[in-house]
């Protein structure tokens, strides 16, 4: 089992950046890929970024160039930090780990809004 609990989400206006967390139960070092998804309403869920064992990273082409993630180690945390930010990034965000099966968070929403 891993309990996955995420952070930072929030409302924010075009052009303005977010840092999300993701905080597993067992260590990172234990677990395979872990990464963010979204959902917005009434669309399916999509992957954002993933972030391998190596720490290889891969991007949606629509957050390629403004959208990060990364792991730290000592704080047992995945990051997705987010900049330049557009209302169509607006959906709740998941974070997810496969430990022989997927893992979910409970979800932060994210709004850009003016």
């Known amino acids: 089992q891993v309990q996955l609990v995420e952070s930072g989400g929030g409302l924010v206006q075009p052009g303005g950046s977010l840092r999300l967390s993701c905080v597993p139960s067992?260590?990172?070092?234990?677990?395979?890929?872990m990464g963010w998804y979204r959902q917005a309403p009434e669309k399916e869920r999509e992957l954002v970024a993933g972030i391998a064992s190596s720490g290889s990273a891969n991007y949606a082409d629509s957050v390629k160039g403004r959208f990060t993630i990364s792991k730290d180690y000592a704080k047992n945390t995945v990051y997705l930090q987010m900049d330049s930010l557009k209302p169509e990034d607006t959906a709740v965000y998941y974070c997810?780990?496969?430990?022989?099966?997927?893992?979910w968070g409970q979800g932060t929403q994210v709004t850009v809004s003016s």
């Open positions: 067992r260590s990172i070092f234990n677990i395979g890929t």
């Open positions: 997810h780990a496969y430990y022989f099966r997927d893992f």
